[in-house]
């Protein structure tokens, strides 16, 4: 930042006068400069704020569309091996089935 030379009281007060209105303009121009800076480091900080949430965002997507994928996989592999139980022992499947509505409906009608 530019500095003015500061000689108060050193001439006529209208060479203090010129003086002082120099100084002026040196830190309008000052201030405005440092205006601009923190305009500029907010615009990039917004920016870069704004790329990482974004970012973020698109990592979480993706693990979240990979663990879904592996829970129906998973659902898909236990409605198999269901199937295959069922079919290797009918019987069972069926006494077990009588079993847990009977229970069910023992709970749900007892008031």
């Known amino acids: 930042m530019a500095q003015a030379k500061v000689t108060a009281?050193?001439?006529?007060?209208q060479e203090n006068m010129d003086?002082?209105?120099?100084?002026m303009s040196v830190l309008r121009?000052?201030?405005?400069?440092?205006?601009k800076s923190l305009?500029?480091?907010?615009g990039s900080t917004k920016d870069a704020a704004m790329q990482s949430a974004r970012e973020a965002a698109a990592e979480l997507r993706q693990?979240?569309?990979?663990q879904l994928h592996q829970a129906q996989d998973r659902a898909e592999e236990l409605g198999q091996q269901a199937a295959d139980a069922v079919r290797q022992q009918?019987?069972?499947?069926?006494g077990l089935a009588v079993g847990?509505?009977?229970l069910l409906g023992f709970l749900t009608g007892r008031k």
Do not use: H, M, R, Y
């Open 9 to 13: 009281g050193n001439g006529t007060p």
């Open 19 to 23: 003086q002082l209105a120099e100084q």
């Open 29 to 35: 121009n000052d201030i405005a400069a440092i205006s």
């Open 39 to 42: 305009a500029d480091l907010g």
């Open 63 to 66: 693990k979240g569309e990979k």
């Open 90 to 94: 009918p019987a069972a499947a069926v």
């Open 100 to 102: 847990v509505g009977f």
